[in-house]
């Protein structure tokens, strides 16, 4: 039913998207120009990519995986999209590229660790702080996939909907439903939480 | 979208306090990402360069294309073909056909002689011709055509050539016929008298 919802939702794109959409577009040039930088032999230009969209992939990591796992992943994740590189048909779509790498790696880590007892990492922090936010995780984890990895990337990562939108490859309209489907959700649950 | 949709979307408009909230919670967790150490031996491959790939309505153009150009080709072939044909036709050939067998026939005849000799005494005749297709022979006689309209030094020999093979053909057919009208004589010459009896035994 939410994926009727935003599709409906995807139709009615305003004006502020298609801004969103254009420098998309013009920052995704740019990024062009670094993966042929890179796939020319220069080093440097890829640390600039692993800057840009290492939030991306921890964003999606956290949204599937123990904290602790998804910040060994982030690392492994950039140097087998480096090995990679040359497999890569359009390079203006570095990002939805490497979010699916990360979101396989994810679906690889729970076929591995299927039989083994899941401990979380989060639940063993002493700070109140960090306990909170990994409960808080637990919640946006059990939502729909579209709308966790969204709000992990607003609410932990700190990207704005255009910056999710460019990095993801998502329409601007299709992030913007997202954020606010998901924090619907969430406020009922930790309403729902609270109240028990 | 109200305002606090707004905020949630880019941080713009009135915050909501709700969202601040979460925002500084789950921002402990947010990712500080330490420098990518990339080890000596991973490099990105080779890129190859592969065939682009092909839409399925540029395939079903570029095979219409290709029929078009097959056909096209085909047709000019043919009209190359026909021009020829009409030009020998209506060309006047400079020796008449009844000239050319009278004034080749003992020529003709002569050769015709020394090939029955030959194969009454050697029980061997002059190279056979293989038997040629249709279609290669009309397309031979058209190069031929095309041979001697085009290149005169040739036509000499050619025409030669193609007068010979004419008287004899000619001579043949004479004799052939001649022999059939013989034939038809004899045979009909009994049935005259058979008739003549059966008339008398009538009578």
Known sequence: MYELEATADLLLMNGQAKTALKQRSDDAMSEAGLIEAVLAGDRDKYGRLYGLYSPLVHGILLARVPRSEAEDLVQDIFLHALKKLHTLRDLNAFGPWIGMIARNRAMDFHRRSRETVEVSDDLKSSDSTENKAAEILEIIRSLPDAYRETLVLRLVEGMTGPEIALRTGLTAASVRVNLHRGMKLLREKLSFKEGM | ?203
């Open chain 2, 1 to 203: 979208m109200n305002m606090n949709d707004d905020y949630l979307w880019d941080r713009t408009g009135e915050p909501d306090p709700e969202i601040q909230e979460l925002e500084q919670v789950l921002g402990t967790l947010r990712y500080e990402a330490p420098p990518l150490e990339i080890p000596a031996g991973v490099e990105p491959g080779k890129r190859t360069v592969s065939f682009p790939r092909m839409s399925p309505a540029w395939a079903v153009a570029a095979a219409i294309a290709l029929i078009v150009m097959g056909l096209g080709i085909w047709l000019g072939m043919q009209r190359r073909d026909t021009p020829d044909r009409t030009h020998s036709i209506t060309t006047p050939s400079p020796i008449s056909n009844t000239d050319q067998a009278t004034v080749k026939a003992p020529e003709a005849v002569q050769q015709m002689k020394d090939s029955t000799s030959a194969i009454a005494t050697n029980g061997t005749g002059p190279k056979a011709t293989p038997l040629r297709h249709p279609q290669t022979t009309r397309a031979g006689s058209n190069r031929r055509r095309n041979l001697a309209v085009g290149n005169p030094a040739l036509a000499g020999n050619e025409l030669r050539e193609a007068e010979a093979s004419k008287a004899q053909l000619m001579l043949a057919l004479r004799v052939a016929s001649s022999k059939l009208n013989l034939a038809l004589k004899k045979a009909q010459a009994p049935n005259q008298g058979n008739q003549s009896q059966n008339q008398h035994r009538v009578g």
